[in-house]
């Protein structure tokens, strides 16, 4: 090769590389100049490992994982909502309040953000985003994100500046974490078709995109105090690649990909990450056009979409893309057949569930209740120990299973490709690299829902051991009184009926969480007390259990309950407990109250105040004014009040005797997307951390406020 021929050889690799660090960089559909001509070896690869992530992305499962399943992805794939930012203020509560609070309409615009266009700058921004966050409640739709975001660039859609893609799930990572690794070997156990590179110093001359899915379940200690590492071929802990990688000491170059749902997205240093996203799931026009994707009979998929709408907590649900396919499988199977259409979450779990039970058996025709119930308690003993695999996780919000988690709950390791072969649409199997296996359910409220009728059977058949955790310390009659002996108590005798007592237990205990991570555990389990539901279960119950009279006591003690301890979001989940034992008399009186003018000086309960709060926070219009003070009330039913001022463009808060937590609720709305544009705080005696909270809002970039009242 000559002297200009090799010039030539290196202006053109130097050249190429410049155009590609560009915000505009070069779009080519095939690899035809640079570094691919001069680099034969690095180009085969590259159409290897493409070739490689198709097969592995190109299908999407929906819950079902088992051979011929599969639906290709694009021919399924609903566009989600992305969002620029976070909804900081809300990471902190259950998931389903973060999800209801994205469905309520906005009182500002958001700025949507395209898939594929995360590592852009907005416009008017100029930075160089090199690691981006995106958050996001489980099933909202991340890892379907990440699929999408492959296979666009695998097929040339987007991102042809990019040379690399290299997904390394945390699930996956969780399997690997006490090996050591270079980055190199570490790729080459992940992706075996890069073997012809030699070292991974290639990667240096490479756009190379690392995508990190699922932050929340992580196992690896992620300690960004220590782990530092600059060398692609040093040898070190997969911890300190992670670290390594996420701060930019080493391959500073890449660009950084993290998914998480929202209570773990914190583990990242904020310092390491340029961009915060948001996935809010399906907007109210992508719900329909999932729906009308997945249902090819026009007509039927017009009133199911019709029947979600008529119930606005299954609406709510539908935001995410999980749940759309749950009613979707539940509605088409109902919709012609029977007029009892699920109305409640719990109805809707209960139907599902039969559904899946009633795949299983290839001989199952008649439909008959009596086959039902055989169904049920032929699969009784898989569905209960499922059932206490989700409760005993339910605690630390464990999503991922492992055999030694499987173990723990007294499940045969060798049985779990049964169980999950029974349930693949609730519970599921996966191999990650090296055939090793790990388990999951399908959703976090499907796994809330096994735990609640795992509980409630507990409780019927007197299973002390399982029920600890729900014994609050106050039915104990003595300090030192034992745990057997409390438990007893609360669940009497076999001629006395204490499920009221057991249920306020179980009330109790949830609203002592800080995040609400039983809210949607105890409206199941609410729901799963009504007569008619067990009667829907009967099989995977011992008996039908004769409630109505402890339903309408714990309706009574949930309407009567005055704590001031409690949190607005807590109170208003009983609410939704309410409904699902069919209880909407509080409702009622609300409505009564909202529509007769007259009774607009009628003083109003704690509870009533609860009532209205959720009537509000309900309702599909964007609100003008919030006057706090008009409402005749105690400053407690004003403090239950509060979180309604999420869905209103102005706040009149004056003279209302505002505690810290209600700074915390206005500071919470003042760092949403969703901000006021008004705020009224005047004579309030605001103490230091109740102001420190407030500025924390005011700072927040999502804060649109115009006029602010101070006296």
């Given at each position: 090769?000559?002297?200009?021929?090799?010039?030539?050889?290196?202006?053109?690799?130097?050249?190429?590389?410049?155009?590609?660090?560009?915000?505009?960089?070069?779009?080519?559909?095939?690899?035809?100049?640079?570094?691919?001509?001069?680099?034969?070896?690095?180009?085969?690869?590259?159409?290897?490992?493409?070739?490689?992530?198709?097969?592995?992305?190109?299908?999407?499962?929906?819950?079902?994982?088992?051979?011929?399943?599969?639906?290709?992805?694009?021919?399924?794939?609903?566009?989600?909502?992305?969002?620029?930012?976070?909804?900081?203020?809300?990471?902190?509560?259950?998931?389903?309040?973060?999800?209801?609070?994205?469905?309520?309409?906005?009182?500002?615009?958001?700025?949507?953000?395209?898939?594929?266009?995360?590592?852009?700058?907005?416009?008017?921004?100029?930075?160089?985003?090199?690691?981006?966050?995106?958050?996001?409640?489980?099933?909202?739709?991340?890892?379907?994100?990440?699929?999408?975001?492959?296979?666009?660039?695998?097929?040339?859609?987007?991102?042809?500046?990019?040379?690399?893609?290299?997904?390394?799930?945390?699930?996956?990572?969780?399997?690997?974490?006490?090996?050591?690794?270079?980055?190199?070997?570490?790729?080459?156990?992940?992706?075996?078709?890069?073997?012809?590179?030699?070292?991974?110093?290639?990667?240096?001359?490479?756009?190379?995109?690392?995508?990190?899915?699922?932050?929340?379940?992580?196992?690896?200690?992620?300690?960004?105090?220590?782990?530092?590492?600059?060398?692609?071929?040093?040898?070190?802990?997969?911890?300190?690649?992670?670290?390594?990688?996420?701060?930019?000491?080493?391959?500073?170059?890449?660009?950084?990909?993290?998914?998480?749902?929202?209570?773990?997205?914190?583990?990242?240093?904020?310092?390491?990450?340029?961009?915060?996203?948001?996935?809010?799931?399906?907007?109210?026009?992508?719900?329909?056009?999932?729906?009308?994707?997945?249902?090819?009979?026009?007509?039927?998929?017009?009133?199911?979409?019709?029947?979600?709408?008529?119930?606005?907590?299954?609406?709510?649900?539908?935001?995410?893309?999980?749940?759309?396919?749950?009613?979707?499988?539940?509605?088409?199977?109902?919709?012609?057949?029977?007029?009892?259409?699920?109305?409640?979450?719990?109805?809707?779990?209960?139907?599902?569930?039969?559904?899946?039970?009633?795949?299983?058996?290839?001989?199952?025709?008649?439909?008959?209740?009596?086959?039902?119930?055989?169904?049920?308690?032929?699969?009784?003993?898989?569905?209960?120990?499922?059932?206490?695999?989700?409760?005993?996780?339910?605690?630390?919000?464990?999503?991922?299973?492992?055999?030694?988690?499987?173990?723990?709950?007294?499940?045969?390791?060798?049985?779990?490709?049964?169980?999950?072969?029974?349930?693949?649409?609730?519970?599921?199997?996966?191999?990650?690299?090296?055939?090793?296996?790990?388990?999951?359910?399908?959703?976090?409220?499907?796994?809330?829902?096994?735990?609640?009728?795992?509980?409630?059977?507990?409780?019927?058949?007197?299973?002390?051991?399982?029920?600890?955790?729900?014994?609050?310390?106050?039915?104990?009659?003595?300090?030192?009184?034992?745990?057997?002996?409390?438990?007893?108590s609360v669940l009497g005798s076999q001629s006395q009926d204490h499920l009221h007592v057991f249920l306020k237990s179980a009330v109790n205990e949830a609203l002592k969480s800080r995040?609400?991570?039983?809210?949607?555990?105890?409206?199941?389990?609410?729901?799963?007390?009504?007569?008619?539901?067990?009667?829907?279960?009967?099989?995977?119950?011992?008996?039908?259990?004769?409630?109505?009279?402890?339903?309408?006591?714990?309706?009574?003690?949930?309407?009567?309950?005055?704590?001031?301890?409690?949190?607005?979001?807590?109170?208003?989940?009983?609410?939704?407990?309410?409904?699902?034992?069919?209880?909407?008399?509080?409702?009622?009186?609300?409505?009564?109250?909202?529509?007769?003018?007259?009774?607009?000086?009628?003083?109003?309960?704690?509870?009533?105040?609860?009532?209205?709060?959720?009537?509000?926070?309900?309702?599909?219009?964007?609100?003008?004014?919030?006057?706090?003070?008009?409402?005749?009330?105690?400053?407690?039913?004003?403090?239950?009040?509060?979180?309604?001022?999420?869905?209103?463009?102005?706040?009149?808060?004056?003279?209302?005797?505002?505690?810290?937590?209600?700074?915390?609720?206005?500071?919470?709305?003042?760092?949403?997307?969703?901000?006021?544009?008004?705020?009224?705080?005047?004579?309030?005696?605001?103490?230091?951390?109740?102001?420190?909270?407030?500025?924390?809002?005011?700072?927040?970039?999502?804060?649109?406020?115009?006029?602010?009242?101070?006296?």
């Amino acid at each position: 090769m000559t002297d200009s021929q090799e010039l030539g050889k290196a202006f053109s690799k130097k050249w190429f590389l410049f155009q590609r660090k560009l915000n505009n960089p070069i779009r080519i559909p095939r690899y035809t100049g640079g570094i691919f001509q001069t680099d034969p070896v690095l180009r085969r690869v590259i159409e290897k490992h493409k070739a490689s992530l198709k097969r592995r992305f190109e299908n999407i499962s929906e819950g079902i994982i088992k051979p011929g399943a599969e639906t290709p992805l694009n021919k399924i794939y609903t566009e989600l909502y992305i969002t620029e930012g976070e909804s900081e203020g809300v990471n902190k509560e259950h998931e389903v309040w973060q999800v209801e609070s994205a469905s309520r309409p906005g009182t500002t615009e958001d700025t949507p953000i395209n898939c594929n266009d995360i590592f852009k700058p907005l416009p008017g921004q100029e930075k160089h985003i090199r690691t981006v966050m995106t958050k996001g409640v489980a099933g909202i739709g991340k890892t379907v994100s990440v699929q999408k975001f492959i296979l666009d660039w695998i097929d040339g859609v987007a991102n042809q500046n990019v040379d690399f893609m290299f997904p390394l799930p945390f699930r996956e990572l969780n399997l690997v974490r006490g090996d050591q690794y270079s980055l190199h070997k570490l790729l080459l156990d992940f992706h075996p078709e890069l073997k012809e590179l030699k070292d991974g110093e290639e990667y240096k001359d490479c756009q190379v995109v690392f995508i990190f899915d699922g932050l929340d379940e992580s196992r690896l200690p992620l300690d960004f105090q220590q782990n530092i590492i600059s060398d692609l071929k040093q040898t070190s802990s997969v911890d300190v690649l992670m670290t390594s990688l996420i701060q930019g000491t080493l391959l500073h170059s890449a660009h950084i990909w993290i998914t998480s749902r929202p209570a773990a997205a914190s583990r990242i240093p904020a310092q390491c990450i340029d961009q915060m996203t948001e996935v809010r799931g399906f907007n109210d026009p992508q719900k329909e056009e999932y729906f009308r994707k997945r249902i090819s009979d026009e007509s039927q998929a017009s009133r199911i979409i019709k029947h979600i709408k008529a119930s606005r907590s299954l609406h709510i649900m539908c935001h995410i893309p999980v749940f759309c396919w749950i009613a979707a499988t539940v509605l088409q199977q109902m919709l012609d057949k029977t007029k009892d259409i699920p109305k409640t979450l719990t109805e809707m779990f209960i139907h599902f569930l039969l559904i899946q039970t009633r795949r299983q058996d290839q001989k199952y025709q008649s439909g008959t209740e009596t086959d039902q119930e055989k169904l049920l308690k032929s699969q009784k003993e898989i569905l209960l120990k499922l059932g206490k695999l989700a409760f005993k996780n339910l605690e630390n919000g464990n999503l991922m299973f492992y055999e030694e988690d499987l173990r723990k709950c007294g499940i045969d390791v060798s049985e779990a490709s049964v169980y999950s072969g029974m349930c693949t649409e609730i519970f599921k199997e996966e191999y990650l690299f090296h055939q090793r296996k790990v388990y999951c359910f399908v959703h976090l409220s499907i796994q809330e829902f096994l735990a609640a009728v795992f509980v409630f059977h507990s409780y019927v058949t007197k299973n002390l051991e399982a029920l600890k955790s729900l014994i609050s310390e106050e039915h104990r009659d003595e300090p030192n009184q034992s745990i057997s002996a409390s438990l007893q108590s609360v669940l009497g005798s076999q001629s006395q009926d204490h499920l009221h007592v057991f249920l306020k237990s179980a009330v109790n205990e949830a609203l002592k969480s800080r995040n609400g991570h039983l809210d949607l555990f105890l409206r199941f389990l609410m729901g799963i007390s009504l007569e008619s539901n067990q009667r829907l279960l009967e099989g995977l119950l011992n008996h039908k259990h004769s409630s109505s009279q402890s339903v309408k006591e714990i309706c009574q003690y949930i309407k009567k309950l005055n704590r001031k301890d409690l949190s607005p979001e807590r109170c208003i989940n009983l609410f939704h407990c309410l409904f699902e034992m069919k209880d909407h008399s509080m409702h009622k009186e609300i409505k009564k109250y909202l529509e007769s003018p007259k009774n607009i000086k009628q003083k109003l309960s704690p509870a009533h105040c609860s009532a209205l709060a959720h009537m509000l926070l309900m309702s599909e219009e964007v609100l003008d004014e919030f006057d706090l003070k008009k409402y005749n009330t105690s400053d407690e039913g004003r403090r239950r009040l509060l979180p309604a001022v999420r869905c209103y463009r102005k706040a009149r808060l004056a003279e209302c005797t505002l505690t810290e937590k209600s700074c915390g609720i206005v500071a919470t709305v003042l760092q949403s997307p969703n901000s006021l544009t008004e705020l009224d705080l005047s004579n309030n005696v605001l103490r230091d951390s109740g102001v420190q909270l407030l500025s924390n809002g005011l700072f927040s970039p999502h804060c649109k406020l115009k006029p602010l009242r101070l006296v």
